[in-house]
């Protein structure tokens, strides 16, 4: 697979992942930057649940970026923050009603009230919750081999 087209001016840095379909099943090998993950179906949607499945994928995107950007964000304020545990639960789109997603991100009691505050603010900011609240585009081709 060929990365997308690049324009000459263009900065922002392109992230790919490639996705295979595993001998015929519904199972399907995902590598992203020399790393291999699997994605599947549970078996009343015919795969073999040997993986989570793409919208659960999606899901622990958003819950690991949450908290990697808190941590990350508290790391830089010099905060001592402890664990910080991001749930998030999704009802896929159906007919005349959007995905919704219910994040419930867990904090120390002992952490001061302004910094919890201040980083279910910067929660909101996490890459992949930008880019699901944001405007998406696709470009879409159909490549023979």
């Not at 001592?80 to 159906?94: H, K, L, N, R, T």
């Not at 009603?97 to 419930?104: D, G, I």
């Not at 009230?113 to 470009?139: N, S």
Request: proline residues 7%; aromatic residues 4%; charged residues 30%.
């Amino acid at each position: 697979m060929k990365p997308f087209s690049r324009k000459s001016d263009e900065r922002q840095r392109r992230m790919q992942a490639v996705s295979r379909r595993d001998n015929g099943a519904v199972r399907n090998n995902v590598e992203i930057r020399g790393h291999r993950l699997v994605a599947d179906e549970p078996p009343e949607e015919g795969g073999a649940d040997e993986g989570p499945s793409p919208l659960e994928l999606l899901a622990g995107s958003l819950a690991s970026c949450t908290a990697i950007t808190m941590q990350i964000y508290a790391d830089r304020k010099g905060w001592d923050i402890g664990e910080v545990v991001v749930g998030v639960d999704y009802q896929p789109a159906q007919r005349g009603c959007p995905t919704r997603f219910e994040m419930v991100v867990e904090l120390p009691k002992e952490l001061p009230e302004d910094q919890r505050t201040r980083l279910m603010q910067v929660a909101a900011k996490c890459p992949v919750h930008r880019t699901l609240e944001g405007e998406v585009m696709f470009e879409e081709r159909l490549e023979v081999r």
